[in-house]
């Protein structure tokens, strides 16, 4: 799908932590064979943190949500992932593949 936008105005607002008003999404569900390489990238990330961490929980969330293919939990996750410190975190452990995916780089 396309979307063409001949005009946008924002006004009166802030952005901080790479917030957007407009942010590419990458995630494309229509290969099998991407999604599990996708699983094994997360697991391999989700080793590598602290069991208790905000960005473990949120792994977990993003690993489930792939599982079932739900693209609108996936978006909003990665989302989540755009910015702030779950970014610092997942782009120091995450290989270039999982970084590309999630639409980070």
């Not at 792994?59 to 970014?87: C, N, R, S």
Request: hydrophobic share 45%; net charge negative.
């Amino acid at each position: 799908m396309e979307i063409s936008i001949e005009h946008l105005e924002v006004s009166k607002s802030n952005f901080h932590d790479n917030a957007a008003v407009i942010r590419n999404q990458t995630y494309n569900a229509a290969a099998p064979d991407d999604n599990a390489q996708i699983l094994r990238e997360l697991q391999s990330v989700r080793e590598r943190l602290n069991e208790t961490s905000d960005v473990a929980k949120a792994v977990d969330e993003l690993t489930e949500a792939v599982k079932a293919k739900d693209k609108p939990a996936i978006d909003k996750l990665l989302t989540q992932f755009a910015g702030g410190t779950m970014k610092a975190v997942i782009t120091a452990i995450a290989s270039k593949t999982l970084l590309s995916w999630m639409g980070i780089s």
